[in-house]
């Protein structure tokens, strides 16, 4: 098993760069997947970016434009969501999320393992 917390959420006004952390307790970090999901005020909880075990490949939708990157750092049990320019449709609670199959995590579909969130808020 692995818990996961995130790190990192605040307010923040449009244009600025934000980096989000979230450390996993546990045994083999590296044997995980891992996600960051996010989920505004009344809609779905949506994809934001997923990176393989090793870091090898990511997935970013579309709509983002290029403007986040997620990394992680096996050996500080650490994944990592810079985003920069951020805009008010990136407010919601960002979740960290991680499964032994990457997946279900790139298909947002029953992974097992989630964090409880922490709130980005885009606001001038």
């Known amino acids: 098993q692995v818990r996961l917390e995130e790190f990192g959420g605040r307010m923040v006004q449009p244009g600025a760069s934000l980096r989000l952390s979230c450390v996993a307790s546990g045994r083999s970090f590296s044997s995980y997947g891992m996600g960051w999901f996010r989920q505004a005020p009344g809609k779905e909880r949506e994809t934001v970016a997923t990176?393989?075990?090793?870091?090898?490949?990511?997935f970013y939708p579309s709509f983002l434009q290029g403007r986040f990157t997620i990394s992680r750092d096996n050996a500080k049990n650490t994944v990592y969501l810079q985003m920069n320019n951020l805009k008010p449709e990136d407010t919601g609670v960002y979740f960290c999320a991680g499964d032994l199959s990457y997946l279900k995590v790139r298909n947002n579909d029953g992974i097992n393992y989630w964090g409880k969130g922490t709130l980005v808020t885009v606001s001038s």
């Open positions: 990176i393989t075990q090793h870091g090898g490949n990511m």
